[in-house]
């Protein structure tokens, strides 16, 4: 399974190489292909443009459910492949779990499909 770190790794590496300026290796292929799929499903668009929009790009999971009309555990799976794939990063206060946009993860992705 990828890491946030491994993740966060690659993504940086390829920021500064746009696809069409560079060819990417098979394996940043392969890695930013495993991050973009993390984004290749509307539930997950849903929940990282709620958690991104909400205030201080926080939002606890329990608000996150009925937005999205999913069960709390596909609400939860869905937001731990969103932090696998480094987009959100996750705290527990109390009994619930708080999710926040990781700075500049979106950032990183649009540049690498930057043409100028």
């Not at 443009?49 to 926080?58: F, G, K, R, T, Y």
Request: hydrophobic share 45%.
């Amino acid at each position: 399974m990828t890491t946030m770190l491994e993740v966060t790794d690659v993504t940086a590496a390829t920021c500064c190489a746009p696809l069409v300026r560079e060819p990417l290796s098979a394996a940043e292929a392969e890695d930013l292909a495993s991050v973009m799929k993390a984004l290749a499903d509307p539930a997950r668009l849903r929940l990282l443009s709620i958690v991104a929009a909400s205030e201080n790009a926080e939002a606890c999971v329990c608000d996150l459910i009925e937005p999205v009309g999913l069960s709390q555990p596909t609400v939860s799976h869905h937001l731990k492949v969103l932090t696998n794939a480094g987009f959100l990063s996750r705290s527990k206060r109390g009994t619930w779990a708080y999710y926040a946009l990781v700075p500049g993860a979106l950032d990183r992705i649009s540049q690498v499909l930057v043409t100028s």
